[in-house]
C-alpha cells in the first residue's frame, strides 16, 4: 500500500466522523432551537424572515428529497435561498432525508407536518443565542468552503 492510499482512506475516514459528527450537531441545535423557539419552518416562512430581520438568521437548512428534487419552483426557491446567505454570511446545509427534520421540527397547530424544505435558526440581534451544536456546525460550513464545498449535505443520525 502507497502513501497516497493510506492517506486517502484517512481521508475517507475522516470525512465520514465530520458527517457523523454534523448530522448529530444539526440534530442538537434543532432540538435545542425549538425549545427556544428559534425555528422558522417553511420557504414562505423564511422568506418573509429574511426580509424583514436578516441579522437575526443564524442557520439555514434546505432541505429535499428524490420526490421534490425535480420540482423547479422549489430549486429556483433554493438556489435565491442560498444567495441571500451567501450575501448575509449565513452558513447554509442541505439534508436529503426530509422525512426525519419534519419529525424533528413538529407538526403545525392543526396537526400537519410543517414544509420542512427550508428550516432557518434564528437568534434575537439584542441578545445573540449561544449553541455548542450551532458553533460545530459553523466549523463544518467553514472547513467544507475551503475545500470548495459551499452547501455541503449532512445526513441526520439514524433514529
Known amino acids: 500500500m502507497t502513501l497516497e492510499e493510506i492517506r486517502g482512506q484517512e481521508s475517507t475516514m475522516e470525512h465520514a466522523d465530520r458527517m457523523q459528527s454534523a448530522g448529530a450537531a444539526l440534530e442538537e441545535l434543532l432540538v435545542a432551537a425549538k425549545k427556544q423557539d428559534y425555528l422558522t419552518v417553511g420557504v414562505y416562512e423564511s422568506a418573509k424572515v429574511m426580509n424583514v430581520d436578516p441579522d437575526s438568521v443564524a442557520f439555514c437548512i434546505l432541505a429535499t428529497d428524490e420526490e421534490y428534487e425535480c420540482?423547479?419552483?422549489l430549486q429556483i426557491h433554493f438556489t435565491l435561498i442560498q444567495a441571500f446567505c451567501f450575501d448575509n454570511d449565513i452558513n447554509v446545509v442541505r439534508v436529503n432525508d426530509i422525512d426525519s427534520l419534519a419529525d424533528l421540527v413538529g407538526a403545525d397547530e392543526t396537526g400537519e407536518p410543517k414544509d420542512a424544505h427550508c428550516i432557518l435558526v434564528t437568534s434575537?440581534?439584542?441578545n445573540p443565542w449561544k449553541d455548542p451544536a450551532l458553533?460545530?456546525?459553523?466549523?463544518?460550513c467553514e472547513e467544507s468552503r475551503s475545500v470548495c464545498d459551499w452547501v455541503p449535505t449532512i445526513s441526520l443520525p439514524e433514529r
Open 71 to 73: 420540482d423547479i419552483a
Open 124 to 126: 434575537p440581534s439584542a
Open 135 to 140: 458553533d460545530k456546525l459553523s466549523l463544518f
